[in-house]
Every structure is written in structure tokens, then in C-alpha cells.
């Protein structure tokens, strides 16, 4: 039996569409008779009670999840376990490029946009350690291809760029890609169900996860909740958290409603929602979410969505 996961960042509170996000992932997990976890991903952006109360809303809407949360920073032999590895097998190097070398370098004419361009690559010794006199070295991974093929269950098949991504930041902190790729290697998760704007970084970190001997995991990557702008959800939105709903008088019961029909699936539990659940019928579209200031019972999602 394999698992899914939900793992959110603990940088404040999550609004609905991190909350549909999650329904989705428990959704995808339990209807495939796959464990449920829960993973907090607090290697930066860690906001002081955030994790307590995303962990709240999570069960307030119904969720459970199996075994105990795990939380990254409580994980660091782990990465650094990894990081030694691909450092003996020799796919790491010391990168000591600033933002702004990359930004221009990358900018060059034939660079691609936003891509590692190999700049320190191929330091001899000599000019890396003069080099770390001035600044620490970040790791970068010594990718041997430029882009990597994912299949997933929403988008098929789908091509993203491979660079020499960092794999650990020049503060010492394990990069996200790399946190991301150990955990869901040594924690058995062979299914990923998250936001499609992370959909551009699968590629890299299944490339990685092939690195680390680790299986290629399936991936759903879900529509995102966007405002009536078109731009995506934000607690500055408005009525959009659990406690803000609350002060409109929808419990948690009722939001969870909202992002089921969302779905267009039933909206009286997750139990009928699960019997119901069919990944070849949901929405590809993002949820539109707008709310009517004022009268909260005046909110309106886009009909059917499907
Ligand atoms: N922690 C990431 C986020 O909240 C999600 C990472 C993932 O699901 O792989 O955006």
C-alpha cells in the first residue's frame, strides 16, 4: 500500500483553495486505498501558531490522516544523508552566483528564461576557494539532462526543464526540491496531489527522486482557487479563511459544502463525496472563487465549474 500526503507550508493561514487542495489529496489517497499524511513543511516561511491552526482547519473540515504529522525541520539528518550522497557520487557542485549574476546571465541571448546558466559549473579548485572567501556556496545539482517527462493524472504527460537546481541554499537550509523529493521518497509516498502551480517543478524533482533511487511517484496536479481578478486566492481576498467565513456565520461544515460543489461532487460529507469521486470528471479550470462583501450566505463560485 502506498500514500499520498498533503503538505502545507506554515506561513499562515489556509484559505479555501489550500483547503480544496487537501480535500483532493485525501480524496485521491482514500479512493485508492492509499494512507493518508500529513507533512508541515516548515524549512522556512514557518509563521509562530500557523501550523497549529492549518492543522485545526485541516480537521474542522473533516480530514484525518494516518500516523503522526511530520514536520521538516525536525528532519535534517535525512537531507543531509542525501546531500553527502549525491556529494560522493560527485552530481553536486558549490555555486556562488548572487540572484543577480543569474539574472543576467540567464537574460543572455540562446539562455533560456530563468534557467542555472552553468556559470560555476566547472570552477577549477583554485577559483572556488578563493571564491568562498567572499561568499558561502550554495549546492547545485550537476543535472545531466535539460528536461525531464512526468505523467500526470490531470495533465498527461508533461516536458519541464531540468537546470542545475539548488539543492541546498548557501544559509545551510536543504533546498525545497530536494526536502520535497527525501521525504516523499522515505516516507512511501507514491502519490502526489498538490496545486498545479507547482506543476513546472515536477519534472526536477522526479529527475532527482530518480538520482536517489527513489519510484517515480504519480502526480495529480490540481486547479488553483483564483479571485474574481482572475488572480489567485490570498487571505487579503477577504472571506476566504475559515475564521473570516466564520465571522460571516459559515461554519466549517458549510465552507467544506462550498469547495465540494465546487468539485461537482455531493457536498453532505466527505464520505458521499469519496463513494462519488472520480479523478476522469473533475474541473480542470480554476475555481473562481468571488466573494459578495457583505452578506457572506451571497457568495457565489462559478456554476458547475466543470
Ligand atoms: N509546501 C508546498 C506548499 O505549501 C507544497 C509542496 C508539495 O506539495 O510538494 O506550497
Redesign the pocket.
Known amino acids: 500500500m502506498g500514500a499520498g ?5 506554515p ?1 499562515g493561514e489556509l484559505h479555501l483553495g ?1 483547503l480544496r487542495t487537501a480535500i483532493l ?1 485525501w480524496l485521491f489517497a482514500r479512493s485508492t486505498q492509499r494512507d493518508f499524511l500529513m ?1 508541515v ?1 516548515d524549512l522556512d516561511r514557518a509563521r509562530a501558531g500557523a501550523e497549529e491552526t492549518q492543522l485545526a482547519d485541516l480537521r474542522a473540515i473533516g480530514l484525518n490522516w494516518d500516523g503522526p504529522t511530520v514536520r521538516q525541520s525536525e528532519r535534517a539528518p535525512l537531507y543531509a544523508a542525501a546531500i553527502n550522497e549525491l556529494r560522493q557520487r560527485n552530481l553536486v557542485f558549490e555555486c556562488f552566483c548572487t540572484r543577480r549574476d543569474i539574472a543576467e546571465a540567464s537574460s543572455a541571448p540562446h539562455a533560456a528564461p530563468g534557467t542555472y546558466p552553468g556559470t560555476c559549473r566547472d570552477l577549477t579548485e583554485s577559483e572556488r576557494a578563493s571564491k568562498r572567501e567572499s561568499r558561502p556556496a550554495a549546492l547545485r545539482l550537476r543535472s545531466a539532462t535539460g528536461e525531464f517527462t512526468i505523467t500526470d493524472l490531470l495533465h498527461g504527460p508533461f516536458t519541464g526543464v531540468v537546470d542545475d537546481f539548488v539543492v541546498l541554499r548557501n544559509d545551510g537550509v536543504p533546498a ?1 526540491n530536494l526536502a ?1 523529493v527525501v521525504d ?1 521518497g522515505v516516507q512511501g509516498i507514491d502519490q ?4 498545479d ?2 506543476l513546472s ?1 515536477a519534472p526536477r ?1 522526479a529527475y532527482l527522486a530518480q538520482l536517489l533511487g527513489y519510484p517515480a511517484p504519480t502526480y495529480a496536479h490540481v486547479p488553483l482557487a483564483l479571485n474574481a481578478e482572475g488572480k489567485r486566492l490570498a487571505k487579503r481576498d477577504g472571506s476566504v479563511t475559515l475564521v473570516q467565513l466564520a465571522a460571516h456565520g459559515i461554519d466549517a461544515t458549510e465552507a467544506r459544502a462550498m469547495m465540494l460543489a465546487s468539485l461537482g461532487l455531493p457536498v453532505e460529507s466527505l464520505e458521499a463525496a469519496l463513494s462519488a469521486f472520480d479523478p476522469a470528471l473533475l474541473p480542470t479550470d480554476p475555481w473562481v472563487f468571488t466573494t459578495d462583501p457583505g452578506s457572506g450566505r451571497g457568495m457565489r463560485t462559478t456554476p458547475e465549474n466543470r
Open positions: 500526503r498533503f503538505a502545507p507550508s506561513s489550500n489529496a507533512r513543511e525545497y520535497v516523499d502526489v496531489v498538490r496545486g502551480d507547482l517543478s524533482q
